[in-house]
């Protein structure tokens, strides 16, 4: 056999036996963690279920089920604050399954809004300090009506705090609030502040963007997320807010009609090059994004390929609206 056959061979031995070896090196957590981001989901709901007593499986089964099962989605997290009442993070996840519980239920409304509120304050309590929490927090007080809990002067306390962690971070909150308001002025006054501060970030940019976009100026929300990915990022939010301005900018062609090619290119860049960091979009929903925007570009065939895949996900609301984007075409 010729040397250079023989090399290659050895070479793909090797290479497959260093790929096993990493692989036994897993723990069983972090194998269901890699397969769950490898996009295999039931897959990694069965590798989960096989650590039950693990806190830490459980509340990734009542992540993924936040989308799939609300019920399920609470017993899982039921069952990690009976294992593990101390995690902050725990409360935090529960404080939102219960906010989704309490926005979907007409009888036990009040009950579920109860418990959210609860659990968020019980993780600023665990951990005072954490920026995520404050404003897990923050936007319950802001979004539940007083007779569910909500409490404005709360709200605004955790927005001061926050600018003491994080003066920057602050200002978001800032800006959040003042829109949870319907202050537009004012925060509109301090969105431009934050832009010309932080320049050089695409934060406040993509801030900007989600802003217009609600307002239904799309043309004004296309220009601002375009501004947020041309930015530096070097740190982990500002590598998060570049990425799903991309992922916006996809979806403000989407709403708006407009911008179709640039759409494409950006959804299409986020699919292939986002990180897995807190907060993301989920690839599937920017796939069904980048279907629509092939559709209204005269790519039907191409679209209908990804809607028919994306109807067999395991997300009911994602394999609903796929199915009845294929029938369309």
Known sequence: MPTNVTAKLVCAAYLS???LTFASTLSPLENAISI?????TKQAIELFEKQQNDPKAMVYLAEIYMDIDLDEAEEWIEKAIEVK?????IHYVRGAIMGRQASGSIFSALSYAGKSVDSFTKAVELEPDSIKYRKGLMQFHTSAPSIAGGDLDIAKVQVEKIKLLDPKAGLEAEINYELSQDNDALAEDLLRQAKQTYKDIPEFF?????YQQQQENFQAAFQEFTLAISKNADTEES???KYLAMYQLGKTSVLGETNIEAGIKALQQYISEAPDLDGMSPKPWAEFRLANLMALNAQKSEAKAIYLRLAK???EELSKQAKKAA???
Do not use: H, P, R, Y
């Open 327 to 329: 029938k369309k075409i």
């Open 239 to 241: 590598v998060a807010a």
């Open 36 to 40: 769950l981001k490898a996009g295999q």
């Open 17 to 19: 036996l260093s790929t």
């Open 206 to 210: 993509f801030q900007s963007g989600m």
């Open 85 to 89: 009442s101390d995690d902050a993070e």
């Open 313 to 315: 996900t395991d997300n």
